[in-house]
Protein backbone atom coordinates (compact mmCIF):
# COMPACT_ATOMS: atom_id res chain seq x y z
CA UNK A 1 0.00 0.00 0.00
CA UNK A 2 1.13 3.07 -0.72
CA UNK A 3 1.86 6.04 2.16
CA UNK A 4 -1.04 8.19 0.75
CA UNK A 5 -3.48 5.44 1.05
CA UNK A 6 -2.21 4.59 4.15
CA UNK A 7 -2.42 8.44 5.73
CA UNK A 8 -6.15 8.34 3.99
CA UNK A 9 -6.96 5.38 5.84
CA UNK A 10 -5.98 7.11 9.28
CA UNK A 11 -8.48 9.52 8.68
CA UNK A 12 -10.34 7.34 8.71
CA UNK A 13 -13.33 5.53 11.05
CA UNK A 14 -13.42 1.71 10.70
CA UNK A 15 -16.36 0.28 12.67
CA UNK A 16 -16.82 -3.61 13.26
CA UNK A 17 -20.86 -4.67 13.52
CA UNK A 18 -20.75 -7.72 15.35
CA UNK A 19 -17.08 -6.75 17.23
CA UNK A 20 -17.52 -8.87 19.82
CA UNK A 21 -17.82 -12.45 17.55
CA UNK A 22 -14.61 -14.16 16.99
CA UNK A 23 -14.00 -12.69 13.23
CA UNK A 24 -15.29 -9.24 14.02
CA UNK A 25 -13.15 -9.41 17.15
CA UNK A 26 -10.02 -10.91 15.37
CA UNK A 27 -10.42 -7.91 12.27
CA UNK A 28 -10.72 -4.92 15.17
CA UNK A 29 -7.46 -6.33 16.58
CA UNK A 30 -5.75 -6.33 12.93
CA UNK A 31 -6.58 -2.93 12.35
CA UNK A 32 -6.09 -1.41 15.70
CA UNK A 33 -3.00 -3.51 15.49
CA UNK A 34 -2.19 -1.60 12.00
CA UNK A 35 -2.80 1.80 13.91
CA UNK A 36 -6.39 2.67 12.26
CA UNK A 37 -9.04 4.38 14.53
CA UNK A 38 -11.45 1.50 15.36
CA UNK A 39 -14.83 1.34 16.78
CA UNK A 40 -16.36 -2.19 18.05
CA UNK A 41 -19.90 -2.21 17.50
CA UNK A 42 -22.24 -5.20 19.50
CA UNK A 43 -25.85 -5.85 20.87
CA UNK A 44 -25.87 -3.59 23.96
CA UNK A 45 -23.12 -0.21 24.53
CA UNK A 46 -21.74 -2.42 27.43
CA UNK A 47 -20.49 -5.46 25.68
CA UNK A 48 -18.96 -3.36 22.61
CA UNK A 49 -17.29 -0.72 25.71
CA UNK A 50 -15.82 -4.11 27.20
CA UNK A 51 -14.42 -5.38 23.99
CA UNK A 52 -12.65 -2.36 23.16
CA UNK A 53 -11.08 -2.39 26.33
CA UNK A 54 -10.37 -5.66 26.26
CA UNK A 55 -8.93 -5.31 23.39
CA UNK A 56 -6.32 -1.71 24.26
CA UNK A 57 -5.05 -4.06 26.84
CA UNK A 58 -4.60 -6.79 24.44
CA UNK A 59 -2.77 -4.57 22.52
CA UNK A 60 -0.69 -2.48 24.70
CA UNK A 61 -2.81 0.45 23.54
CA UNK A 62 -4.37 1.80 20.09
CA UNK A 63 -7.51 4.04 19.10
CA UNK A 64 -10.34 1.26 19.96
CA UNK A 65 -13.89 2.52 21.58
CA UNK A 66 -16.91 0.55 21.73
CA UNK A 67 -20.60 1.17 21.96
CA UNK A 68 -23.65 -0.54 20.60
CA UNK A 69 -24.21 -1.85 17.09
CA UNK A 70 -26.12 1.91 16.10
CA UNK A 71 -23.60 3.83 17.98
CA UNK A 72 -20.92 1.78 15.68
CA UNK A 73 -23.19 2.79 12.79
CA UNK A 74 -23.25 6.07 13.08
CA UNK A 75 -19.61 6.79 13.92
CA UNK A 76 -17.75 4.88 10.87
CA UNK A 77 -16.52 6.31 7.55
CA UNK A 78 -16.13 2.56 6.70
CA UNK A 79 -18.44 -0.05 8.34
CA UNK A 80 -17.54 -3.77 8.61
CA UNK A 81 -20.87 -6.10 8.65
CA UNK A 82 -19.61 -9.32 10.87
CA UNK A 83 -22.83 -10.57 12.62
CA UNK A 84 -24.17 -14.18 12.11
CA UNK A 85 -26.31 -14.55 8.79
CA UNK A 86 -29.45 -14.90 11.19
CA UNK A 87 -30.84 -11.52 11.61
CA UNK A 88 -28.33 -10.07 8.88
CA UNK A 89 -31.53 -8.12 6.72
CA UNK A 90 -32.83 -7.24 10.31
CA UNK A 91 -29.97 -5.26 11.41
CA UNK A 92 -29.34 -3.79 8.48
CA UNK A 93 -33.05 -2.48 8.30
CA UNK A 94 -32.51 -1.49 11.65
CA UNK A 95 -29.45 0.78 10.68
CA UNK A 96 -30.47 1.58 7.04
CA UNK A 97 -30.23 5.15 7.90
CA UNK A 98 -27.58 5.21 10.32
CA UNK A 99 -25.29 3.31 7.08
CA UNK A 100 -26.50 5.96 4.30
CA UNK A 101 -23.69 7.09 2.49
CA UNK A 102 -21.34 5.65 4.42
CA UNK A 103 -19.22 2.77 2.88
CA UNK A 104 -20.68 -0.65 4.15
CA UNK A 105 -17.88 -3.82 3.89
CA UNK A 106 -19.84 -6.84 4.08
CA UNK A 107 -18.13 -10.11 5.89
CA UNK A 108 -20.57 -12.42 6.49
CA UNK A 109 -20.94 -15.89 5.10
CA UNK A 110 -24.49 -17.60 4.73
CA UNK A 111 -23.71 -21.00 5.72
CA UNK A 112 -25.50 -23.89 6.80
CA UNK A 113 -23.79 -26.78 9.45
CA UNK A 114 -25.09 -30.75 9.84
CA UNK A 115 -23.07 -34.04 10.32
CA UNK A 116 -21.28 -33.64 6.79
CA UNK A 117 -19.85 -30.55 7.59
CA UNK A 118 -20.88 -26.59 6.18
CA UNK A 119 -22.79 -25.69 3.38
CA UNK A 120 -24.06 -22.87 1.37
CA UNK A 121 -27.37 -21.49 1.99
CA UNK A 122 -29.82 -20.28 -0.54
CA UNK A 123 -29.85 -16.67 -0.71
CA UNK A 124 -32.90 -14.55 -1.97
CA UNK A 125 -31.21 -12.07 -3.31
CA UNK A 126 -28.02 -14.41 -4.28
CA UNK A 127 -25.93 -13.20 -1.36
CA UNK A 128 -25.14 -11.49 1.85
CA UNK A 129 -23.52 -8.67 -0.13
CA UNK A 130 -26.09 -8.51 -2.19
CA UNK A 131 -28.83 -8.63 0.49
CA UNK A 132 -26.74 -5.96 2.05
CA UNK A 133 -27.08 -3.97 -1.06
CA UNK A 134 -30.94 -4.36 -1.81
CA UNK A 135 -31.81 -3.13 1.86
CA UNK A 136 -28.57 -0.10 2.33
CA UNK A 137 -29.62 2.09 -1.13
CA UNK A 138 -27.96 4.87 0.34
CA UNK A 139 -24.92 3.24 0.67
CA UNK A 140 -21.87 1.61 -0.93
CA UNK A 141 -21.71 -1.81 0.23
CA UNK A 142 -18.90 -3.84 -0.73
CA UNK A 143 -18.38 -7.37 -0.07
CA UNK A 144 -14.94 -8.51 1.71
CA UNK A 145 -12.97 -10.16 4.38
CA UNK A 146 -15.25 -13.83 4.09
CA UNK A 147 -12.56 -16.02 4.12
CA UNK A 148 -10.12 -15.10 6.57
CA UNK A 149 -9.93 -17.34 9.48
CA UNK A 150 -11.04 -16.11 12.59
CA UNK A 151 -8.76 -18.36 14.89
CA UNK A 152 -5.62 -16.43 12.79
CA UNK A 153 -6.87 -13.66 13.17
CA UNK A 154 -7.35 -13.44 17.31
CA UNK A 155 -4.25 -15.45 17.97
CA UNK A 156 -1.90 -12.91 18.98
CA UNK A 157 1.49 -15.01 18.01
CA UNK A 158 0.35 -14.93 14.51
CA UNK A 159 2.53 -11.94 13.02
CA UNK A 160 1.05 -12.35 9.35
CA UNK A 161 -1.73 -13.59 8.37
CA UNK A 162 -1.04 -15.07 4.95
CA UNK A 163 -4.26 -15.12 2.27
CA UNK A 164 -5.95 -13.01 -0.15
CA UNK A 165 -8.80 -11.02 0.50
CA UNK A 166 -11.55 -10.69 -2.17
CA UNK A 167 -12.54 -7.40 -2.59
CA UNK A 168 -16.23 -7.78 -4.14
CA UNK A 169 -18.37 -3.93 -5.57
CA UNK A 170 -19.60 -2.24 -7.89
CA UNK A 171 -18.12 1.64 -7.40
CA UNK A 172 -13.89 1.53 -7.83
CA UNK A 173 -13.33 3.90 -5.38
CA UNK A 174 -15.05 2.01 -2.89
CA UNK A 175 -13.24 -1.40 -3.51
CA UNK A 176 -10.07 0.09 -3.85
CA UNK A 177 -10.73 1.80 -0.27
CA UNK A 178 -11.45 -1.82 1.02
CA UNK A 179 -8.45 -3.46 -0.60
CA UNK A 180 -6.26 -1.20 1.15
CA UNK A 181 -7.95 -1.73 4.47
CA UNK A 182 -7.34 -5.50 3.96
CA UNK A 183 -3.48 -4.29 3.32
CA UNK A 184 -2.70 -2.94 6.00
CA UNK A 185 -2.72 -6.61 8.04
CA UNK A 186 0.74 -7.33 7.56
CA UNK A 187 0.90 -10.90 5.02
CA UNK A 188 -2.94 -9.87 3.87
CA UNK A 189 -3.74 -8.58 0.49
CA UNK A 190 -6.85 -6.83 -0.91
CA UNK A 191 -7.24 -7.99 -4.45
CA UNK A 192 -10.56 -6.75 -6.44
CA UNK A 193 -12.45 -10.22 -6.82
CA UNK A 194 -15.59 -8.84 -8.85
CA UNK A 195 -19.22 -7.43 -9.10
CA UNK A 196 -21.33 -7.60 -5.92
CA UNK A 197 -23.40 -9.94 -8.55
CA UNK A 198 -20.59 -12.87 -8.19
CA UNK A 199 -20.12 -12.31 -4.37
CA UNK A 200 -22.26 -15.55 -3.26
CA UNK A 201 -19.41 -17.53 -4.33
CA UNK A 202 -17.24 -16.07 -2.18
CA UNK A 203 -18.78 -16.29 0.52
CA UNK A 204 -19.90 -19.97 -0.26
CA UNK A 205 -16.61 -20.67 -0.61
CA UNK A 206 -15.84 -20.97 3.24
CA UNK A 207 -17.89 -24.17 3.22
CA UNK A 208 -15.03 -25.40 1.06
CA UNK A 209 -12.38 -23.89 3.70
CA UNK A 210 -13.75 -25.37 6.51
CA UNK A 211 -14.08 -29.21 4.40
CA UNK A 212 -9.83 -28.21 3.54
CA UNK A 213 -9.55 -27.46 7.57
CA UNK A 214 -11.01 -30.53 8.38
CA UNK A 215 -9.16 -32.81 6.12
CA UNK A 216 -5.80 -31.06 6.47
CA UNK A 217 -5.96 -29.96 10.24
CA UNK A 218 -5.47 -26.48 8.65
CA UNK A 219 -6.54 -22.60 9.31
CA UNK A 220 -6.18 -22.58 5.31
CA UNK A 221 -7.07 -19.16 3.21
CA UNK A 222 -6.72 -18.32 -0.62
CA UNK A 223 -4.21 -16.79 -2.60
CA UNK A 224 -4.53 -15.48 -6.04
CA UNK A 225 -1.77 -16.31 -8.16
CA UNK A 226 -0.32 -13.93 -11.45
CA UNK A 227 -1.16 -11.12 -9.37
CA UNK B 1 2.75 -37.23 -5.15
CA UNK B 2 4.38 -41.02 -4.19
CA UNK B 3 6.03 -43.24 -6.51
CA UNK B 4 3.16 -45.56 -5.79
CA UNK B 5 0.45 -43.61 -7.20
CA UNK B 6 2.41 -42.73 -10.23
CA UNK B 7 2.85 -46.02 -11.05
CA UNK B 8 -0.65 -46.57 -10.20
CA UNK B 9 -1.72 -43.32 -12.47
CA UNK B 10 0.79 -44.67 -15.26
CA UNK B 11 -1.60 -47.94 -15.57
CA UNK B 12 -4.44 -45.93 -16.23
CA UNK B 13 -6.26 -44.43 -19.11
CA UNK B 14 -7.33 -40.89 -18.89
CA UNK B 15 -9.87 -39.41 -21.49
CA UNK B 16 -10.74 -36.00 -21.93
CA UNK B 17 -14.55 -35.35 -23.52
CA UNK B 18 -13.90 -32.18 -25.31
CA UNK B 19 -10.54 -32.55 -25.59
CA UNK B 20 -10.43 -30.33 -28.33
CA UNK B 21 -11.37 -27.40 -26.82
CA UNK B 22 -8.78 -24.94 -24.98
CA UNK B 23 -9.22 -26.47 -21.69
CA UNK B 24 -9.36 -29.71 -22.60
CA UNK B 25 -6.94 -29.70 -25.03
CA UNK B 26 -4.78 -28.04 -22.52
CA UNK B 27 -5.54 -30.54 -19.96
CA UNK B 28 -4.63 -33.00 -22.39
CA UNK B 29 -1.67 -31.81 -23.31
CA UNK B 30 -0.21 -31.77 -19.26
CA UNK B 31 -1.70 -35.41 -18.87
CA UNK B 32 0.71 -36.12 -21.88
CA UNK B 33 3.93 -34.51 -21.09
CA UNK B 34 3.67 -36.12 -17.58
CA UNK B 35 3.50 -39.57 -19.57
CA UNK B 36 -0.04 -41.04 -18.83
CA UNK B 37 -1.73 -42.94 -21.73
CA UNK B 38 -4.79 -39.97 -22.27
CA UNK B 39 -7.71 -40.54 -25.09
CA UNK B 40 -8.72 -37.16 -26.45
CA UNK B 41 -12.83 -36.94 -27.39
CA UNK B 42 -14.52 -34.69 -29.38
CA UNK B 43 -17.87 -34.32 -31.39
CA UNK B 44 -16.75 -36.45 -34.06
CA UNK B 45 -13.89 -39.72 -34.38
CA UNK B 46 -11.97 -37.58 -36.94
CA UNK B 47 -11.50 -34.14 -34.96
CA UNK B 48 -10.07 -36.52 -31.86
CA UNK B 49 -7.93 -38.12 -33.73
CA UNK B 50 -6.50 -35.23 -35.59
CA UNK B 51 -6.08 -33.03 -32.27
CA UNK B 52 -4.59 -36.60 -30.70
CA UNK B 53 -2.06 -36.29 -33.63
CA UNK B 54 -1.59 -32.93 -33.54
CA UNK B 55 -0.18 -33.06 -29.89
CA UNK B 56 1.80 -36.41 -30.37
CA UNK B 57 3.46 -33.82 -33.11
CA UNK B 58 3.98 -30.76 -30.91
CA UNK B 59 5.23 -32.81 -27.87
CA UNK B 60 7.27 -34.86 -29.64
CA UNK B 61 6.03 -37.85 -28.52
CA UNK B 62 3.19 -38.91 -25.91
CA UNK B 63 0.78 -42.24 -25.84
CA UNK B 64 -2.40 -40.02 -27.41
CA UNK B 65 -4.87 -41.08 -29.14
CA UNK B 66 -7.96 -39.92 -30.34
CA UNK B 67 -11.64 -40.87 -31.28
CA UNK B 68 -15.48 -39.41 -30.17
CA UNK B 69 -16.88 -38.52 -27.33
CA UNK B 70 -18.28 -42.11 -26.96
CA UNK B 71 -14.85 -43.93 -27.82
CA UNK B 72 -13.35 -42.20 -25.60
CA UNK B 73 -15.63 -42.46 -22.63
CA UNK B 74 -15.31 -46.25 -23.43
CA UNK B 75 -11.19 -46.27 -23.21
CA UNK B 76 -10.70 -44.09 -20.35
CA UNK B 77 -10.37 -45.59 -16.56
CA UNK B 78 -10.61 -41.63 -15.37
CA UNK B 79 -12.66 -39.78 -17.73
CA UNK B 80 -12.80 -36.13 -17.66
CA UNK B 81 -16.05 -33.92 -18.70
CA UNK B 82 -14.29 -30.39 -20.37
CA UNK B 83 -17.33 -29.61 -22.40
CA UNK B 84 -19.18 -26.53 -23.27
CA UNK B 85 -22.40 -25.89 -20.45
CA UNK B 86 -24.47 -25.67 -23.18
CA UNK B 87 -25.14 -29.60 -23.82
CA UNK B 88 -23.61 -30.71 -20.50
CA UNK B 89 -26.74 -32.74 -19.74
CA UNK B 90 -27.56 -34.40 -22.84
CA UNK B 91 -23.64 -35.82 -23.44
CA UNK B 92 -23.80 -36.82 -20.26
CA UNK B 93 -27.39 -38.67 -20.73
CA UNK B 94 -26.13 -39.94 -24.09
CA UNK B 95 -22.57 -41.74 -22.28
CA UNK B 96 -24.16 -42.83 -19.11
CA UNK B 97 -23.87 -46.53 -20.21
CA UNK B 98 -20.35 -46.31 -21.22
CA UNK B 99 -19.31 -44.25 -18.17
CA UNK B 100 -20.73 -46.72 -15.70
CA UNK B 101 -17.71 -48.19 -13.21
CA UNK B 102 -15.91 -45.08 -14.04
CA UNK B 103 -14.46 -41.93 -12.53
CA UNK B 104 -15.92 -39.50 -14.14
CA UNK B 105 -14.57 -35.74 -13.63
CA UNK B 106 -16.53 -32.72 -14.13
CA UNK B 107 -14.62 -29.60 -15.38
CA UNK B 108 -17.65 -27.60 -16.38
CA UNK B 109 -18.15 -24.32 -15.56
CA UNK B 110 -21.50 -22.95 -15.73
CA UNK B 111 -21.33 -19.31 -16.41
CA UNK B 112 -22.91 -16.34 -18.47
CA UNK B 113 -21.44 -13.54 -20.20
CA UNK B 114 -22.74 -10.12 -20.97
CA UNK B 115 -21.27 -6.45 -20.90
CA UNK B 116 -20.26 -6.73 -17.65
CA UNK B 117 -18.05 -9.79 -17.42
CA UNK B 118 -18.88 -13.34 -16.02
CA UNK B 119 -21.65 -14.54 -13.88
CA UNK B 120 -22.21 -17.43 -12.38
CA UNK B 121 -25.53 -19.29 -13.98
CA UNK B 122 -28.16 -20.92 -11.90
CA UNK B 123 -28.01 -24.92 -12.25
CA UNK B 124 -31.31 -27.19 -10.78
CA UNK B 125 -29.37 -29.54 -9.48
CA UNK B 126 -26.79 -27.36 -7.54
CA UNK B 127 -23.53 -27.64 -9.68
CA UNK B 128 -22.32 -29.03 -12.99
CA UNK B 129 -20.64 -31.79 -10.92
CA UNK B 130 -23.88 -32.44 -8.98
CA UNK B 131 -25.93 -32.64 -12.65
CA UNK B 132 -23.06 -34.86 -13.45
CA UNK B 133 -23.56 -36.96 -10.26
CA UNK B 134 -27.54 -36.95 -10.37
CA UNK B 135 -27.29 -38.54 -14.44
CA UNK B 136 -24.31 -40.91 -14.13
CA UNK B 137 -25.72 -43.08 -11.00
CA UNK B 138 -23.55 -45.67 -11.72
CA UNK B 139 -19.85 -44.13 -12.13
CA UNK B 140 -18.45 -42.07 -9.46
CA UNK B 141 -18.80 -38.25 -10.05
CA UNK B 142 -15.93 -35.86 -8.50
CA UNK B 143 -15.36 -31.98 -9.81
CA UNK B 144 -11.87 -30.66 -10.52
CA UNK B 145 -9.84 -28.86 -12.41
CA UNK B 146 -12.35 -25.61 -13.03
CA UNK B 147 -10.15 -23.02 -11.91
CA UNK B 148 -7.25 -23.43 -14.06
CA UNK B 149 -5.87 -21.10 -17.13
CA UNK B 150 -6.52 -22.81 -20.49
CA UNK B 151 -4.13 -19.73 -21.81
CA UNK B 152 -1.36 -21.64 -19.43
CA UNK B 153 -2.26 -25.11 -19.94
CA UNK B 154 -1.93 -24.62 -23.31
CA UNK B 155 1.61 -22.69 -23.76
CA UNK B 156 4.58 -24.92 -24.46
CA UNK B 157 7.01 -22.09 -22.87
CA UNK B 158 4.70 -22.60 -19.56
CA UNK B 159 6.73 -25.21 -17.69
CA UNK B 160 5.02 -25.19 -14.48
CA UNK B 161 1.07 -24.36 -13.55
CA UNK B 162 1.66 -22.04 -10.95
CA UNK B 163 -2.14 -23.11 -9.01
CA UNK B 164 -3.82 -25.91 -6.98
CA UNK B 165 -7.06 -27.73 -7.61
CA UNK B 166 -10.18 -28.24 -5.75
CA UNK B 167 -11.19 -32.08 -6.04
CA UNK B 168 -14.71 -32.43 -4.76
CA UNK B 169 -16.34 -35.28 -4.13
CA UNK B 170 -18.02 -38.01 -1.87
CA UNK B 171 -15.86 -40.94 -2.33
CA UNK B 172 -12.68 -40.72 -0.29
CA UNK B 173 -10.96 -43.13 -2.74
CA UNK B 174 -11.92 -40.75 -6.32
CA UNK B 175 -11.05 -37.86 -4.72
CA UNK B 176 -7.66 -39.15 -4.17
CA UNK B 177 -6.18 -40.05 -7.39
CA UNK B 178 -7.87 -36.62 -8.68
CA UNK B 179 -5.43 -35.24 -6.72
CA UNK B 180 -2.77 -37.22 -7.46
CA UNK B 181 -3.44 -37.21 -11.18
CA UNK B 182 -3.78 -32.70 -10.41
CA UNK B 183 -0.31 -33.34 -8.92
CA UNK B 184 1.66 -35.38 -12.19
CA UNK B 185 1.17 -31.53 -13.65
CA UNK B 186 4.19 -29.79 -12.49
CA UNK B 187 3.49 -26.89 -9.87
CA UNK B 188 -0.26 -27.83 -9.86
CA UNK B 189 -1.61 -29.63 -6.84
CA UNK B 190 -4.74 -31.45 -5.82
CA UNK B 191 -6.29 -30.60 -2.89
CA UNK B 192 -9.56 -31.85 -1.77
CA UNK B 193 -12.27 -29.06 -1.51
CA UNK B 194 -15.20 -30.95 0.23
CA UNK B 195 -18.44 -32.74 -0.73
CA UNK B 196 -19.89 -32.63 -4.26
CA UNK B 197 -22.79 -30.57 -2.31
CA UNK B 198 -20.09 -27.49 -2.09
CA UNK B 199 -18.60 -27.74 -6.13
CA UNK B 200 -21.20 -24.71 -6.92
CA UNK B 201 -18.74 -21.75 -5.73
CA UNK B 202 -15.71 -23.54 -6.96
CA UNK B 203 -16.96 -23.99 -9.94
CA UNK B 204 -18.63 -20.41 -10.09
CA UNK B 205 -15.30 -19.11 -8.98
CA UNK B 206 -13.91 -19.10 -12.28
CA UNK B 207 -15.99 -15.85 -12.65
CA UNK B 208 -13.91 -14.34 -10.13
CA UNK B 209 -11.00 -15.21 -11.66
CA UNK B 210 -12.33 -13.91 -15.33
CA UNK B 211 -12.45 -10.42 -13.23
CA UNK B 212 -9.22 -10.88 -12.08
CA UNK B 213 -7.36 -11.41 -14.89
CA UNK B 214 -9.24 -8.58 -16.13
CA UNK B 215 -8.68 -6.10 -14.48
CA UNK B 216 -5.19 -7.24 -13.63
CA UNK B 217 -4.26 -8.81 -17.15
CA UNK B 218 -3.40 -11.70 -15.49
CA UNK B 219 -4.20 -15.42 -15.75
CA UNK B 220 -4.95 -15.88 -12.23
CA UNK B 221 -5.26 -19.02 -10.12
CA UNK B 222 -5.83 -19.96 -6.77
CA UNK B 223 -3.22 -21.51 -4.19
CA UNK B 224 -4.56 -22.64 -0.83
CA UNK B 225 -2.27 -21.51 1.95
CA UNK B 226 -1.99 -23.74 4.97
CA UNK B 227 -2.47 -26.66 3.48
Not at 125 to 137: I, K, R
Request: proline share 2%.
Amino acid sequence: MSDDAKRDLKALTISVLGGTGPQGRGLARRFAAAGLTVVIGSRTSERGAEAAAGLVESLGGGAVTGGSNAEAAAAGDIVLVVVPWDGHKELLVELKDALAGKIVVDCVNPLGFDKQGAYALDVEEGSATQQAAAVLTGSTVVGAFHNVSAVLLEDPEVASIDTDVFVLGDEREATDLVQELASVVPGMRGVYGGRRRNAHQVEALTANLISVNRRYKAHAGVRVTDV
